[in-house]
């Protein structure tokens, strides 16, 4: 899912990302996505900032 958030790939820096939502949508309209990066296969978290090597949320695997 191609999401347009502004954010960038904790790794290269890129924009150039893929987006999972992995939350329930919130009361306030948000909820909690995973980004992979399409420039240097980077998969972390939207707000923790943490990467992950897997992610069964996502089914994301290097």
């Keep these: 899912m191609k999401i ?8 290269c820096k ?4 893929e987006s999972n ?3 329930e949508l919130e009361k306030d309209g948000y909820f909690d996505m995973h980004h992979t990066c399409n420039q240097c296969n980077t998969h ?3 707000l923790d900032g943490e990467a992950f090597s897997n992610c ?7």
């Design 4 to 11: 347009e958030c502004g954010c960038h790939c904790i790794n």
């Design 56 to 62: 069964e949320k996502c089914n994301f695997f290097s």
């Design 21 to 23: 939502r992995i939350g």
């Design 44 to 46: 972390f978290d939207h």
């Design 14 to 17: 890129s924009t150039d990302l």
